[in-house]
C-alpha cells in the first residue's frame, strides 16, 4: 500500500543528496554538481550516506581537525551495523591497521617508519632506475603499435611504469608485478562482486606477509626490509602494520602516477598551445605536473573520515558519528582558490602549485615525491621520442573504468607520430 506522507519525507530526505556514479560515466558534470552544491554536499556511496567536502579552504581545515578520524569504530551507521562487510566500498576504509587507519601519536608511529623508508636521498638514488624502466617502456611502446599504428598508452607506458617503481622499491621480482597489477585493478571495480573482491584483500595479504616473512628472515636493501627494521620512533611495526602500509602505499602509489601521466597527456593534447610552449621550453614540466594535480586530480574521492563530536561548518553540522568524504577533483577546482577559470587547464595560472592533489596534515600522502619524480621523467622522456604524438580516437571516446576513487581510463589509444 502506498503511503504518501511515507514517500513525501523519503523525498525530502533525498533532496539535494548528489550519488557518486559507480560507474563514473560524467564526471566532469558530477564535479560541477558537487561544487555547486556548497562547502559540504550529502552524497550517496552505493546507497550509504555521507558528507563531503568541496571547497579548498574548508578542507584545509577539516583534514586538520582532530575530531575527524580514520578509525571505522567512530562510525554510527558501521556501530548499528547498517554498514557491513557486505558494503562494496568497506575495503578502501576498513583495510587493516596501517598509518592509513589509525591516527594521533600511533598514526606518527607508522608513518615515521614509513618516511625513514622513502627519504629524499633513496628517492634520489632511484632516479636513474626510473630512467632506465621509462627508457625500456618507450622501446615497448614503439614496438607495440598495430597495424594501423595505434597503440595503448595506459598499457604498455603508464601502468607498467609506476608498478616497476613501487616493485623495485619493495623489493618484489618482476614477475609478480602482472599479477599485482590484476588485483588492484579487481578491487578498485565497481564490476567486481564484492565476494570476489573481499576474496582479492585476502590473496594480498597472504602476498604482503609471505614478503615481510621473507625480507625478515633475509633483508635487503628495499623498502620493506626498511619498515621492518626501522628502530626510530617508538616500537617496531608489527608484521600486520607493515602488511598493512605495503598494502596500501602499492595501492595508492601506482593508481596515482598512472593517473597523473595519463591525465596530464590527455589535458597537453587537448591544448597544443601549451604542449608548444612547454616543448620550446618556455615553460618546465613541473608546472605541467602541478597543474594537472590541480585540474584533474588522479584521486577523485578520498575514502573516509568520522567525527567523533559535531563539527559545524559554514551553515551545516556533521553529527557525532557521520562520515565525510574529501572530493579532490572539486577541491582543485574550487574558483575561490583558483579564480573564475578555475575549469579550465592553464599550465601558467599562478595558483597551479596551491592545491590538495595530495593531501594537509598529518595524513598527507607519502608517495607523494615519489608520483612527481615519475611523472617528472616520464612526460618529457615521452615527448621527447614522440613529439607527433596524438590520440588515436576522440577525446569524447576514452572512457574511464568504474572506479568510485580513482580518476583512471580504461585504455588510451596513441597514434605515436
Known sequence: MNC???????ADRNAGVITIDPMVQD??????????????ARIDLLGVPAW??????????LLVDP?????IDAWGLWQSGVVTRAWPLIGMIDAGRSMFTVDGSEHRRLRTKTSQALTPRRLEAIRPDIEKFTEE???????AQGEDGVVDLKAVFAQPLPMKVVGMLMGVDESQHAMLTRQYKAFFSMLTPQDERLALLAELD?????????????????LTSALILAEEGGDPLTEEEVVGNLKAMV???HETTIGLVLNAVRALLSHPDQLRAVLAGEIGWDAVVEETLRWDTPTTHLLMRFATEDIAVGDEVIRKGEGVVISYRAIGRDTEQHGPDADAFDITRPTRNRHMTFGHGPHICPGAALSRVEAGIALPALFGRFPGLRLAVPDEEITRLPVMTQNDMAAFPVLLG
Do not use: I
Open 137 to 143: 617502456l618507450l622501446d615497448a611502446l614503439d614496438a
Open 52 to 61: 563531503t567536502v568541496t571547497r579548498h579552504a574548508e578542507a584545509r581545515q
Open 67 to 71: 575530531r575527524l578520524v580514520k578509525d
Open 251 to 253: 595501492a595508492a602509489g
Open 27 to 40: 564526471l566532469d558534470g558530477e564535479t560541477a554538481r558537487l561544487r555547486d552544491a556548497g562547502v559540504l
Open 206 to 222: 597472504v602476498f604482503y606477509t609471505d614478503l615481510v616473512r621473507e625480507k625478515t628472515a633475509r633483508p635487503t636493501d628495499d
Open 4 to 10: 504518501p506522507h511515507a514517500e513525501s519525507a523519503q
